[in-house]
């Protein structure tokens, strides 16, 4: 959860990867981050700092795209599948 208030509150690079690091599920659509509000500045950038991740540019970042987030955090592989929604919405869940 703090690694979700960190991202709301800056939606800085950092913030985004502690949300990586730490959440198993993470759902961004209409103005929300895994349901708080947030306001339409951070959610724009942390949407976009998660389209960059996964390479969704252009007419890729579009409804039923589903790439993927490869990471590493702490020495361990966290990797993410991703679903584009609809109205822009994103939903990142942890590969199992």
Request: proline share 3%.
């Amino acid at each position: 959860m703090n690694a979700l208030l960190l991202a709301i509150g800056s939606a800085t690079r950092d913030a985004v990867n502690e949300m990586y690091r730490v959440c198993d599920h993470i759902d961004i659509s209409d103005g929300k981050i895994n349901g708080e509000a947030v306001g339409p500045e951070v959610y724009a950038a942390v949407l976009e700092r998660i389209k960059f991740n996964a390479n969704l540019s252009g007419s890729s970042f579009k409804p039923g795209a589903r790439p993927q987030v490869l990471l590493t955090c702490d020495g361990k592989r966290r990797d993410f599948d991703v679903l584009v929604g609809r109205q822009d919405g994103i939903q990142l869940t942890l590969r199992t």
